[in-house]
């Protein structure tokens, strides 16, 4: 069945590292991808998305490519900041859009 | 736009009672979803609304969680009697189509003692 694979954590990081979180997929078709963010004590916000192969997401610095060769969509930053510190999730909707699926979740620490 | 609306926030209970959860969504949204997420792991749909028809209940334990969309608006999930494994967050979510990117509430932490 469709699914997500992401990295597990945790992430630690200092202050303007780059970033790099994994996510491959598996999914029949062509599903659209997502990257969500969960700040402490939150919940799940959109961060970025990507609905067909070779697109790029992006939103507040952090981007990821919809690549279909390698079913994946990593999620990058060039320089992390202290407020970015939270769990990531990577998610599939498939393209019949009615299912969802999220990876387990890549919590990212970054210390000053 | 209004986010959606989730109470309350937190609780807590003894196991075998019952509790239920309140979602009020984004106006004009007619996907509703809500999910478990336990601690350390990724949300897990439990059911999925499309006005107030469900779409999916799969995973949906229904001897004891029951949910509920009667007006196409707002929305509950029940559970009873709760179980110790129950404990989770449980978060509500609405999107203006299924295909459609979600928006989440702020989710109730639940508590099983």
Redo the contacts between chains.
């Keep these: 069945g469709d699914s997500?694979t992401q990295m597990e954590g945790p992430v630690t990081l200092s202050e303007e590292a780059f970033l790099t979180i994994n996510c491959t997929y598996t999914a029949t078709g062509y599903p659209?991808l997502?990257w969500?963010v969960q700040y402490p004590?939150?919940?799940?916000?959109?961060l970025l998305?990507a609905t067909k192969a070779d697109d790029k997401g992006s939103n507040k610095g952090f981007e990821a490519t919809y690549r279909k060769e390698t079913t994946s969509f990593h999620l990058e930053k060039g320089s992390v900041q202290v407020s970015d510190s939270a769990v990531y999730?990577c998610?599939l909707?498939t393209n019949?859009?009615?299912?969802?699926y999220?990876?387990?979740?890549t919590s990212l620490t970054v210390i000053p | 736009e209004a986010g959606?609306a989730q109470s309350p926030r937190y609780k807590i209970i003894e196991k075998r009672q019952s509790v239920a959860f309140w979602c009020n969504p984004i106006s004009g949204h007619a996907t509703l979803?809500w999910y478990q997420q336990i601690l350390?792991?990724?949300?897990?749909?439990l059911i999925?609304f499309q006005n107030n028809g469900v779409?999916?209940d799969s995973q949906l334990p229904k001897d004891r969680f029951s949910a509920e969309r009667l007006k196409g608006v707002d929305s509950t999930l029940k559970i009873q009697p709760a179980k110790l494994e129950d404990s989770a967050v449980y978060?509500c979510?609405s999107s203006y189509?299924?295909?459609?990117?979600?928006?989440?509430?702020?989710?109730t932490r639940l508590t099983v003692v």
Excluded: I, M, R, W
Excluded at chain 2, 40 to 45: A, S, T
Excluded at chain 2, 97 to 107: C, E, K, L, N
């Design positions: 997500v659209s997502f969500y004590g939150e919940g799940l916000q959109l998305k999730f998610a909707s019949t859009g009615n299912q969802f999220f990876g387990t979740g | 959606v979803y350390g792991q990724g949300p897990k749909l999925q779409v999916d978060l979510a189509t299924s295909s459609g990117t979600h928006t989440f509430g702020s989710g």
